[in-house]
């Protein structure tokens, strides 16, 4: 470990919006504790890796990542975190270089990490807490500025844990049962990110919307949040079945809170979503969206949804198409079946009771949802072009002819990029929200912009 003057920590996050805002409030303790952040290519004596689990697809991404990084920091003490560490201590345990292997509720115990640092304790450190154990809920919030100075959106966590159960779900087995912070907590560092000069609070958690401490249900916290001084305020994701009108009727009527909601759908097929165990049915799922996108100017709804299911038949998977085709979303996020350790879909399969379809059929049909998925996001982003909007730039890039591309999100998460010709100060509008005009549409469906003066 010699060559390292501070004790310095880098950290790679994989996964969702939660595991950003919880690596950032790990990297926040360490900081009170002496340590400076780094980057891998500056060097670092600990390397934080925060796992996913989602998927086995993501759990062979984190293994890539991890074995990846250990290889080119043969110097750096390596913590595995997160997810992939609580569900899979022991798959974690065989690879070589791991120095620290920490669950979901340990990897907040900073003192670990300066136990991996020192020689005075045998390697790996494996701390693993069982999930029905877990009542404490840990806070998550993005740096401050002067800290992570790329960001404009702030990640906040308000709720982890989940109660649903769903057949397919890894989720109550890697974080617990379903917890809130309080009100007063969140609304307390929510002022604070906006002092960082955040322009954005991103409400994260596993089901965000289950939010409930004391008296304090998800709208009366965002009633509380609209008093904090920033430019917007944007729901991660949200469980239909609490997709309530209270809820619709609050954003309608709302200059903070954005119009752009993320439901999963999982399925188009009645009998599919009943065998998943999800609470709610097609019916529901459909006149939830028509309400909010009636209700709600410029509203966009994405949705993740799922093939392959175990079961699922050439009819099932149709007539998800079908019900996909006449809904009016914004965007999806396709993704494949993966039978998870631990859950109840693993045991049906295993006891014959539902039977897991052929990796090539899953694959056809992952295509031509992919290909439905791709008309659907190019019909709802064409609706703009010609339009004006309020553009949060996020990120500039040098380009080849001595210009500069920036690009950013619109209040429902239409993404917009905006070029400038050469010795134009364009990477000045990082972290800016200011007019555009939308003139067209690229191949990779991001929208084109104009800068309105």
Known sequence: MEGFIKKRVAAITLGCKLNYAETSTILAELCSE????????EGAELIIIHTCAVTQLAEKKCRQKIRGIIKRN????????????????????????IDAILGSND??????????????????????????????IYPGYSLPVSVCKERTRAFLKIQDGCDYGCSYCTIPLVRGESRSLSAFQIVERAHLLALSGYREIVL??????????????????????EAVSVNRIRISSIEPDIFQSELISLVAGSDKIVPHFHLPLQSGSDRILGSMRRRYDTSLYRSKVLQAVESIADCAIGADVMVGYPGETEEDFLEMCRFIEELPLAYLHVFSCSIRPGTALAAQVSNRERQALPPREIARRSRELSALARKKEASFKSRYIGTECMVLFEESKPQRNGGVQCSGYSRNYLRVVVESAANTPLQQLTGHELPVRIVGMDDDLNLKGRLLS
């Open 74 to 97: 043969p110097e750096s003490r390596i913590a595995v975190i997160g997810c992939y560490s609580q569900l899979r201590p022991d798959v974690l345990s065989a690879i070589n270089g």
């Open 107 to 136: 990897k907040f115990n900073i003192t670990f990490y300066n136990d991996i640092t020192s020689t005075t304790i045998p390697l790996p450190l494996v701390r693993v807490s069982p999930a029905s154990l877990f009542k404490t």
């Open 34 to 41: 002496g340590w400076e952040i780094s980057s891998l290519e």
């Open 204 to 225: 994260t958690g596993v089901n965000v919307a289950d939010y409930h401490f004391e008296e304090h249900l998800f709208c009366d916290l965002l009633r509380m949040l």
